[in-house]
C-alpha cells in the first residue's frame, strides 16, 4: 500500500493495562489487527495472532510486537473451519496458561456493485469468514474465559448506513452487532464482557484490496474530518475494551468514525 497504513503511535507508551493477560487476535496480521497487536503488547499483553495465509506480514507484525517485549504466537489456518479457533485456543492456553481476550477481526469485503453480481459462492464465503468464525472462537474459548475476560468484534460504520459496494459484507457486519448484543446478555451473569468497534472508512489493506484505484483517491474524505481513519487511531478503543477501565462496560459498539454518522 502507497502510503503504508501507520499501525503505531511512537507517542503511545503502554501503562500496564493488559499486564499479565493474553489475547487471539484474528487477522492480527496486518491493518487494524496489527494496530490492536501493537497497542496489546504495549500495554504488557501476550498474544497468539491467528491469519490466513499472509505469512510475510504476520511475521513482521510478531518481530514489531516482540521488539516491545511481548511474546507472539503465530498460527495460518482458515477460520471458516472450527478446528482452527480450537487449535488457537489449545495453543494460547499451553503457552501462557490462560486466555482473557478475544479480539475477532478477520474479514473479506468483496466489491459488487449489485446484489445481481453477489454469487451464491461469494455470499456464503463472505458469511462463512466473517459471521461462523465468532461462534466457533467463542466456544472454544469459553470454558476457559474466567470473570473479567473480554471479546472484542469489529464490526463497521456499514452495519449502521449500509454501504451499496459492498451489500453482503455490510450483512455480515450487521449480524456481528447482533452478536455482541445477544452475547453480553449470555455472558453477563459471568461477568464476561461483550463489545464491538464500529470503524469509519479505514486505511486498511482490506480496503485497498476492495475498492477500486480511482476510489482510493478520495476514500474517507467525506467524512467531517476529511480523511480516513489510521489503523493506530482505532487501537486504543480495543485496549479499552479489553482492560479493567471498561469493567461495566457489555453489549456496546463503540464507534471511531471521524464524525461521519452519529448514533444515540
Known sequence: MHPRPIFDYAGYAGSGKLKGKAAIITGGDSGIGRAVAVAFAKEGADLTIVYFDEHHDAQETKQYVE????????LSGDLRIPDVSIQAVKLTISTYGRLDIVVNNAAVQPYTRSILDVSDEQLENTFRTNIFPLFY????????LLPGSSII???????????????????????????????????????IRVNGVAPGPAWSPLTVSTYPA??????????PMGRAVQPFELAPAYVYLASNDSAFV???????????????
Open 153 to 191: 468484534s469489529t464490526a463497521s460504520r456499514v452495519a449502521y448506513e449500509g454501504d451499496k459496494d459492498v451489500i453482503d459484507y455490510s450483512a455480515t457486519k450487521g449480524a456481528i452487532v447482533s452478536f455482541t448484543r445477544s452475547m453480553s446478555l449470555s455472558l453477563a451473569d459471568q461477568w
Open 67 to 74: 521488539a516491545l517485549g511481548a511474546h507472539c504466537l503465530l
Open 214 to 223: 480511482e476510489h482510493q483517491l478520495t476514500f474517507g474524505t467525506d467524512n
Open 250 to 264: 457489555t453489549g456496546q459498539i463503540l464507534h471511531v468514525n471521524g464524525g461521519k454518522i452519529r448514533y444515540t
Open 137 to 144: 472462537m467463542t466456544k472454544a474459548a469459553l470454558p476457559y
